[in-house]
Protein backbone atom coordinates (compact mmCIF):
# COMPACT_ATOMS: atom_id res chain seq x y z
CA UNK A 1 0.00 0.00 0.00
CA UNK A 2 1.55 2.94 -1.04
CA UNK A 3 1.58 6.44 1.46
CA UNK A 4 -0.79 8.32 -0.99
CA UNK A 5 -3.66 4.97 -0.24
CA UNK A 6 -2.81 4.64 2.97
CA UNK A 7 -3.28 8.64 3.92
CA UNK A 8 -7.13 8.83 1.53
CA UNK A 9 -8.26 5.70 3.80
CA UNK A 10 -11.27 6.92 6.06
CA UNK A 11 -10.25 6.60 9.55
CA UNK A 12 -13.03 4.55 11.33
CA UNK A 13 -11.35 4.19 14.59
CA UNK A 14 -12.67 5.21 18.13
CA UNK A 15 -10.28 6.46 20.64
CA UNK A 16 -7.51 9.56 21.01
CA UNK A 17 -4.86 9.57 18.95
CA UNK A 18 -2.81 8.49 21.76
CA UNK A 19 -4.43 4.86 20.91
CA UNK A 20 -3.18 5.14 17.81
CA UNK A 21 -0.26 3.00 17.03
CA UNK A 22 2.74 4.94 15.67
CA UNK A 23 1.13 8.37 16.31
CA UNK A 24 2.22 11.15 18.76
CA UNK A 25 -0.25 12.17 21.84
CA UNK A 26 0.98 15.60 20.61
CA UNK A 27 1.22 16.09 17.49
CA UNK A 28 4.83 17.71 15.99
CA UNK A 29 6.43 16.80 18.91
CA UNK A 30 9.10 15.27 17.32
CA UNK A 31 9.50 17.55 15.14
CA UNK A 32 10.13 20.37 17.35
CA UNK A 33 12.96 18.15 19.70
CA UNK A 34 14.98 17.26 16.27
CA UNK A 35 14.93 21.30 15.75
CA UNK A 36 15.98 21.59 19.12
CA UNK A 37 18.60 19.35 18.74
CA UNK A 38 19.58 20.54 15.35
CA UNK A 39 19.78 23.41 16.65
CA UNK A 40 21.78 22.78 20.06
CA UNK A 41 24.73 20.62 17.75
CA UNK A 42 25.02 23.97 15.47
CA UNK A 43 25.61 25.56 17.94
CA UNK A 44 28.43 23.55 19.49
CA UNK A 45 29.65 23.50 16.25
CA UNK A 46 29.70 27.29 15.46
CA UNK A 47 31.29 27.51 19.48
CA UNK A 48 34.12 24.97 18.53
CA UNK A 49 34.53 26.53 15.25
CA UNK A 50 35.13 30.02 17.10
CA UNK A 51 36.04 29.59 20.48
CA UNK A 52 38.26 26.41 20.18
CA UNK A 53 39.71 26.82 24.03
CA UNK A 54 36.40 26.07 24.91
CA UNK A 55 36.38 23.00 23.78
CA UNK A 56 39.98 22.31 25.57
CA UNK A 57 38.70 23.44 29.05
CA UNK A 58 35.31 21.56 28.70
CA UNK A 59 37.75 18.46 28.25
CA UNK A 60 39.99 19.26 31.19
CA UNK A 61 36.90 20.21 33.44
CA UNK A 62 35.97 16.64 32.75
CA UNK A 63 38.72 14.96 33.09
CA UNK A 64 39.91 16.85 36.30
CA UNK A 65 36.19 16.02 37.17
CA UNK A 66 36.63 12.13 36.67
CA UNK A 67 39.79 11.68 38.18
CA UNK A 68 38.55 13.15 41.28
CA UNK A 69 36.56 10.01 41.83
CA UNK A 70 39.15 7.34 41.30
CA UNK A 71 39.78 6.62 44.57
Do not use: C, W
Not at 27 to 55: I, M, N, Q
Amino acid sequence: MTDRERHKEPEDFLGSSADVAGSDAVPDRGEFLEFVGLALAAGAVVLFVVRPEVFGALVHTLVTGTAGLVP
